[in-house]
């Protein structure tokens, strides 16, 4: 089995909880008690979604916030940048939301998006209850 193909099986299995956050896992258990780690390999995960068709960064307004600018996707490819670099089996999953909500989406019916998240090598997808605002 190629790369391509246990990457996209393992994908499949885990996509399907909808509730990934970033983590590594074991992949294959190594219970014996010798140094060989060999059947062994951890899988970072990455998980986005809720961008809700805005790309700029925001205020944050919590009550425990500083009133800096956070997020936006230049943050977003940022970091998924970063952790791409670091780890060597990465899946980024996104769970949705992601064409409707602001402005600009509105006004590009969720391509203002589509063409930005594109760019995220995102392995697994669904779409959200929001990828239906401008019909199927």
């Not at 009550?63 to 089996?89: H, K, P």
Request: aromatic share 6%; no cysteine; charged share 25%.
């Amino acid at each position: 089995m190629t790369e391509i193909k246990k990457k996209a099986l393992l994908a499949a299995m885990f996509a399907s909880s909808f509730a990934l956050v970033t983590s590594t896992a074991p992949v294959f258990a190594d219970d014996d008690d010798d140094d060989d780690d060999d059947n062994e390999a951890e899988i970072t995960f990455i998980h986005s979604g809720d961008f809700h068709g805005d790309y700029h960064p925001h205020t944050n307004a919590r009550g425990d916030a500083a009133g800096s600018l956070e997020g936006g996707m230049a943050r977003a490819v940022t970091v998924i940048n970063e952790i791409r670099e670091d780890e060597d089996n990465v899946i980024h999953v996104h769970t949705g939301d992601t064409i409707h909500g602001s402005g600009e989406a509105s006004i590009t019916k969720g391509m203002n998006m589509v063409r930005m998240v594109d760019q995220l090598g995102i392995d697994v997808s669904t779409p959200g209850n929001w990828e239906w605002a401008y019909t199927p």
